[in-house]
Every structure is written in structure tokens, then in C-alpha cells.
């Protein structure tokens, strides 16, 4: 028997049987009505969640990695100037994507478990005097450190000074989890993929894009074919795409969108946030403490629990695989060794946390760490049983 245990890694993520079912569909002509029926609720779905005002919905046969060629491939030319703060694994990649691509990177070292350092960003754009930065890129919620940033502070930053720079974001483990708000701070990209907050297979890149970052597009000249916004927005203008789309995960994100609307952005988020709160206590229970270095910057899809001194995180990792068939996340990068991550994002309930925690616990028992079992699973279970998740549901 195959294992019917959850996964606690920050992508991919569980998959409702329901959106399973969607994404298996016979083929399907893309060039027919029917597709149409299919791609336009897509769209109109992620317009609301990412909550955009005008501008254009892309969805590329892809992953957030070609998300984010497709944003800097569209908008900028070969030596154009980016601002970036790098503070963890998926903002190095993101920099290094720009830098492969000939983009001049500005880059703010910042120590990893901080965010992005909004004093740094406004310094950095007001020394600009020339106006030479094209972009600012930020990771809303990134990924190897469980933090998250504040884009309505970064926006600031930017206005603050008038700089007339775009700002791309990497929402791709937050969107669809925590609150996001493209028209609200000024977002001129936002980038996501299927896997993680949508609770599909991964396969699709999805981008809002503002008018700004469309207008932009007509002096780029960084080459795109496969990723060309202009080709996209003429063909879907007649209501299909310019190459062949995957229809069944495109019929997924119709649904995963209805149901993440049906249930209610703000009761998502609130579901997000408790889970992750519950999880934050027993890993307080454990004697051990998040790798973000306050709780402002939190993030409520993924916690890396630095774990005491003497202990490998990776350990913890491969024994929940081997022993107990769970899979939770390594610590990448400069932190390797030193975390285990727990992602807690998608379709994920209080009793599926428990598990999680529950099994996190019997691996560092059986490694020897100084844990005592059930501590805290009994943190999270107390936080659970009054955090008003009743409440939440009769919303929904
Ligand atoms: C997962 C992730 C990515 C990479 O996405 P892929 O879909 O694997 O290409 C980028 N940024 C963040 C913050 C992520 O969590």
C-alpha cells in the first residue's frame, strides 16, 4: 500500500482528492470553446486571490523558477541594473537567474533569518541619483528560512524617495496562504507556482503582471520565445495559447482557486496562521526556537526549526523518510544541517499538524535528541483545542 501520510515539506503540497480528480481529464482540444471554459475561470481565479487590479494573468507551462525568467526576461534589457536583498536559498537563486540572464545585480547581503532590510532599500534608491535600478526584486516568503518580509514596507521604501523602479515579487511560497495584496502595495509582477498554496502538481508558472511591467515589455529586449508575455496576450485574446497548454492542471487551478475563494481568503489565512502558531508552540516545547530571527518575521507556510547544537536536522529528515515514511524539509544551503523544516501550507487541518509534530518527535527520540515525546504535540494541542477554528468553519 502506498503511504496516506501528509507531507510536511514547503512545496509540493498535499493534494485534495478533489483537485486530483480535476487535473485528470481525457484530452481535450486547446483550440476549442471548451478550453476557453476551462482557462477563463483559471484566470479570473487567481486575478481575485492575488488581488490585482488591472493588468495581465499569465500562466506558463512551468514552475516558479520560469516565473521568474518569464518576469525578467519581459520587462528588462541586457545590463539593466536590479535591486536585490539575498537572505536565504530562494532569493540567492532568484539573483542568480538575473545574473545568468546579464542583468547588472545590486545585491544587499543580509544575514539569513532576517528579511528584507527596508532601511538598506531605501538607501539604496535614493543613492540612485541616475535611476539606473529597473527593478526591485523582494521574496515575500522566503522559503530555506521561514521568513517573511514586508512588501507594503518595501513599497514605502520605494515611494518614500519617488523612485520610479518596478517591484517584482516571489510569492511563491505565500500566495494562496498568507495575505497578499498586489494592487494594495504596488506589486508590478507578482510570481507563483502550482505546487504550493494552489495544492497542485507543480507544472505551472503564474505571474500577475501590472500595466507598468506591460509597458515595460515594449522596450525589453532581454530574448524570450517560450515565455514571451506579448505572444501569450495575443493568444489569449482569442482565448487559447500560443503553444499546447496542460489542460488537466489548468482545470486544477479552476478549482483549487473556487475552493480557496469558497472557504474564504481571510479564513485561509486564518487557518494558515493557526496551524503555524500551533507548530511555533511545540517547537518552543521542544527547546528549540524558529531560525527567523523575531517573530515579526514569522512566516505562516513554512518553519525552520534550528535544531540544539550537536544535532543534524538532515538527520531528522532522512530517518522521518526511511522509518516513518514523512517527509519534512532539509535545511538548504548555508543552513544545512543546522535546520529541519516543516512546511505547513496547502490543504493542511490542526489534526494533520499534529501528525506532523507528533512524528518529529518520535525521530528525535529514536536520534537520541533531548526531546520528551509528546511535549509538543500537547503545546500545539492546547493552542488547537481554543484557538476557534469552530468559529472559522461555520464562516466558511
Ligand atoms: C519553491 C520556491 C521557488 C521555486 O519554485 P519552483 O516551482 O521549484 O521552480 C521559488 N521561490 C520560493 C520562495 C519558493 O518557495
Not at 527596508?118 to 527593478?135: F, H, N, P, V, Y
Not at 536536522?313 to 529541519?340: C, I, M, N, P, R
Request: glycine residues 12%; negative net charge; hydrophobic residues 45%.
Amino acid at each position: 500500500m502506498t503511504s496516506q501520510n501528509p507531507v510536511f515539506i514547503p512545496g509540493p503540497t498535499n493534494i485534495p482528492e478533489s483537485i486530483r480528480k480535476a487535473c485528470d481529464m481525457p484530452t481535450l482540444d486547446h483550440r476549442s470553446p471548451a478550453f476557453a471554459r476551462i482557462f477563463s475561470p483559471a484566470v479570473e481565479g487567481v486575478r481575485k486571490i492575488l488581488r490585482m487590479g488591472e493588468g495581465e494573468v499569465f500562466l506558463f507551462p512551468a514552475t516558479g523558477t520560469g516565473g521568474w525568467e518569464a518576469a525578467m526576461a519581459n520587462t528588462l534589457s541586457p545590463g539593466d541594473t536590479v535591486l536585490a536583498a539575498r537572505f536565504g536559498m530562494f532569493s540567492h537563486r532568484w539573483i542568480d537567474l538575473c545574473t545568468r540572464h546579464g542583468l547588472n545585480v545590486q545585491v544587499i547581503e543580509t544575514p539569513w533569518g532576517q528579511g528584507a532590510p527596508l532601511e538598506a532599500i531605501e538607501a539604496a534608491l535614493s543613492a540612485d541619483t541616475g535611476r539606473t535600478i529597473k527593478a526591485v526584486l523582494a521574496t515575500h516568503n522566503e522559503t530555506a528560512t521561514g521568513v517573511r518580509s514586508d512588501i507594503a514596507g518595501i513599497r514605502r521604501a520605494m515611494d518614500a524617495g519617488g523612485h520610479p523602479a518596478m517591484l517584482f515579487v516571489d510569492g511563491v511560497s505565500s500566495i494562496g496562504s498568507m495575505p497578499f495584496d498586489m494592487a494594495g502595495w504596488g506589486v508590478d509582477i507578482a510570481v507563483t507556482g502550482s505546487q504550493k498554496g494552489f495544492m497542485l502538481p507543480a507544472g505551472l508558472a503564474i505571474l500577475g503582471v501590472s500595466p507598468k511591467a506591460l509597458t515595460a515589455m515594449e522596450t525589453a529586449t532581454l530574448p524570450r520565445t517560450f515565455f514571451d508575455f506579448a505572444d501569450m496576450r495575443r493568444s489569449y485574446a482569442a482565448g487559447g495559447f500560443p503553444y499546447t497548454p496542460p489542460v488537466g492542471l489548468l482545470n486544477g487551478l479552476a478549482l483549487s482557486t473556487q475552493m480557496l475563494l469558497d472557504e474564504g481568503l481571510e479564513n485561509v489565512f486564518a487557518r494558515h496562521h493557526r496551524i503555524a502558531e500551533g507548530i511555533r508552540r511545540a517547537v518552543a516545547a521542544w527547546g528549540m526556537r524558529p531560525y527567523a530571527a523575531s517573530p515579526d518575521l514569522y512566516s505562516d507556510t513554512v518553519t525552520a526549526v534550528a535544531v540544539p547544537a550537536g544535532c543534524n536536522g538532515t538527520d531528522l529528515v532522512q530517518l522521518a523518510a526511511s522509518k516513518y515514511d514523512v517527509a519534512f524539509g532539509v535545511g538548504l544551503g548555508e543552513v544545512a544541517g543546522k535546520v529541519f523544516r516543516i512546511g505547513h501550507l496547502g490543504m493542511l487541518t490542526d489534526v494533520m499538524a499534529l501528525a506532523g509534530l507528533a512524528t518529529a518527535e518520535m525521530c528525535m527520540a529514536d536520534l537520541g535528541w533531548p526531546v520528551t515525546l509528546g511535549s509538543g504535540v500537547a503545546a500545539a494541542q492546547d493552542y488547537y483545542r481554543n484557538a476557534g477554528q469552530e468559529a472559522a468553519r461555520a464562516a466558511a
